[in-house]
């Protein structure tokens, strides 16, 4: 089973923290439209063999795209490639797109998951990361996305700087925004933390001394609670960022973890064949040129053993099922298993690591806040 994420490059505004690609240029959305269906059709034979059981559209924000464009590029996907029946078609959208009148139109179409980025429900947080919507727009678009779709999931971000705030009151807020997304009974939450990209608004403004550096201690406190208030209300926390109800795991990002293969679209997307990682133009001036010329704009890098021993340790470590160890000798080899065990003994003394029935590595409740540390601990290095 195989995944096709679609890019779609826009947004209104950009927010503080983020280094995706998108343009808040609108001009090109059409030719853009034309371009991903062109590229969809390009690269039909890559998976001619595979049934596809996720089609993601991400971003960006793919919600500035009307629900007419959107069946339109779903299309495309099923007139070239084979789609199981159940297959998981997850919209990312933002809460000021979602009207009751574009989710009632969305419903319509093939879409049968929304995962929605509220981010926070408190305006002091959303001004602070210059996001498009309003804390009113937040809870609006979640009452109507819950009238038309079953399947949705809330994005959150914690570590959010509230300035002039002590840290117990800025702990109580997080507290708050979480049980106001339980308040919704999703199915899907994942909540990450605000964290100081390269390149960003943010970056410039804590370098420049506006704004005082993240304070990871308020992270790591945040996610404590998280955990604690979603695993309380029967979410089982299946990956780092990621709870869910059961039966609601997120298909496409379970794919990323799990190694499967996968076929990104459009600008800045990259895609995954089990030996190699490559990633188109990301500008969409050079994109929409090149595809519409008939090539397809794109870098690649074949993977050797041990750098896919090292993501399979990543992202298996970051999941609640954690990393098994004859799937280790299995994929890369004996020598990569024991390894993996030479060098997770020093973190299993300090009781951040656990071997389960000498089977499984798995993170332990307390190494869990460090998870791509400790991750990064057992990679093989050339
Ligand atoms: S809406 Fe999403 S993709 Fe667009 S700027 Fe904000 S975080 Fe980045």
């Excluded at 410039?204 to 790591?220: C, T, V, Y």
């Amino acid at each position: 089973m195989s995944g096709i994420y679609i890019h779609i490059p826009f947004c209104k505004q950009a927010c503080s923290y983020c280094d995706f690609h998108f343009s808040t240029k609108m001009t090109s959305k059409d030719q853009m439209i034309e371009a991903l269906c062109m590229e969809l059709k390009m690269r039909k034979d890559s998976f001619a063999q595979d049934q596809i059981n996720s089609i993601y559209f991400g971003g960006g924000t793919p919600s500035v795209l009307s629900p007419i464009e959107i069946e339109r590029l779903i299309e495309a996907v099923f007139s070239h490639y084979s789609i199981t029946a159940v297959a998981e078609i997850t919209l990312e959208a933002n809460p000021d797109d979602l009207s009751e009148a574009y989710i009632k139109a969305l419903s319509k179409t093939k879409v049968n998951r929304i995962s929605v980025g509220i981010q926070s429900f408190h305006q002091s947080d959303l001004s602070f990361m210059n996001r498009a919507h309003n804390a009113s727009q937040s809870k609006e678009a979640l009452h109507w996305v819950k009238q038309y779709f079953d399947n949705y999931s809330i994005d959150l971000i914690y570590g959010v700087p509230m300035l002039g705030m002590s840290p117990e009151e800025q702990d109580l807020l997080w507290a708050e925004n979480v049980k106001m997304a339980l308040g919704f009974n999703p199915n899907h939450i994942s909540a990450y933390a605000l964290t100081m990209e390269p390149k960003t608004v943010l970056e410039h403004q804590i370098k420049s001394g506006k704004l005082p550096p993240l304070d990871e201690s308020r992270a790591q406190a945040q996610f404590t609670t998280l955990r604690r208030l979603l695993t309380n209300a029967a979410y089982e926390h299946y990956e780092f960022s990621n709870f869910s109800r059961q039966g609601f795991y997120a298909v496409n990002n379970s794919g990323y973890w799990e190694g499967k293969s996968y076929m990104g679209i459009g600008p800045s997307a990259h895609s995954y064949d089990g030996k190699s990682r490559s990633w188109n133009a990301a500008s969409n001036p050079i994109y929409i040129r090149a595809i519409f010329e008939g090539k397809r704009p794109f870098d690649i890098e074949y993977l050797s053993v041990s750098e896919r021993y090292n993501e399979y340790i990543m992202t298996g470590l970051r999941a609640s099922k954690g990393v098994e160890l004859s799937k280790i000798n299995a994929l890369f080899g004996p020598e990569y298993e024991s390894y993996a065990i030479r060098e997770a003994q020093e973190k299993i003394a300090e009781g951040l690591l656990e071997i389960v029935n000498d089977t499984v590595l798995k993170i332990t409740d307390s190494g869990l806040f460090f998870s791509d540390g400790i991750a990064a601990q057992l990679f093989y290095i050339d």
